[in-house]
C-alpha cells in the first residue's frame, strides 16, 4: 500500500476513492470575481484601526492580535490564536475559528479536526510549516465553538488582512462558509462554490468544506478529497505559467 492510500484510508476514503470523469478536473474553470471585501472599516476609529494594522510586521501583529480588545470574543478566550505555519508560504489555508483545544494551545487546528486537516495536507504532499500557512477568520474562540457574528468577524478582518499582504500565498483555501463569506465579501454556499476558482486581491481562492463540518458528514469527505486535487491542479497549473 503506497503512503497515499494509507492517508486516504485514515480519511475515512477507503477503498481508494477516485475521481470519475475528468481526473483532476483538467480544465480549471473559469476564475470567478469576487465580490468586494466586506466594509469592515465603516467609522473613522475602524479606518484608523486599520491602517495601523495594515503597517505591522510579524511581531507587532502577534502582539497586537494577543493583546486585542475590540470585541466581545476577548472576554472568554485563554488566549488569541494568531496563525501557524510559514510566513512565506505558497498555499494559506483559512478556517473559521479557534476551538477549545486551540484556545488552550495557541495554534490553530490541534484537534480532531486539526488531525484530519493534517490528513489531508499530506493527502497532496504538504505538512503544516512547510510551504503552508494555517490561520483562522477570528482569532479568538467563539463561546460554545459557535459561528462568528458579524461584528467579530468584522473586527479581525483587518488582522487576515494584513497576514494574507505578508504571506504572498499563491493560493487561498477557504475551509468553510465564514471564510468563504469573510474573504470574498459575499454570500457562499459550499456546495455550489466548490470546483470554482474565486479571486481575492488577485490570489487565486478555492472553497472547500471545513474539516469539523467533515467529521459530522462523513460521506462528504470525498468532495473534500476532490477539492484537494483541484486545489493541486490549479497550483501545478501555476507553477506551468498557465
Known sequence: MSRRESILREMGLAPLWRQRGRAVREEMSEMAPAAPSPDHAATPAQDARAQRIAGMGWDDLAAAVASCRDC?????????????????????????GPGAEEDERGEPFVGQAGKLLDAMLAAIDLKRGRK?????????????NR???????SACFPYL????????????????KPAAET???TEVKVGAARGRLFDYRGIPLIVTYHPAYLLRNLTDKAKSWED??????????????N
Open 147 to 153: 459561528t462568528p457574528q458579524a461584528e467579530e468577524t
Open 72 to 96: 466581545r470574543l476577548c472576554e472568554q478566550r485563554k488566549q488569541a490564536v494568531l496563525g501557524v505555519g510559514d510566513p512565506e508560504a505558497d498555499w494559506l489555508f483559512v478556517g473559521e
Open 161 to 176: 488582512q494584513r497576514q494574507i499582504e505578508l504571506i504572498r500565498p499563491k493560493l487561498i483555501v477557504a475551509l468553510g
Open 183 to 185: 474573504l470574498l465579501g
Open 228 to 241: 484537494l486535487c483541484y486545489a493541486r491542479k490549479t497550483m501545478a497549473n501555476q507553477a506551468d505559467g
Open 132 to 144: 503552508v500557512y494555517i490561520g483562522n477568520v477570528v482569532k479568538c474562540r467563539p463561546p460554545g
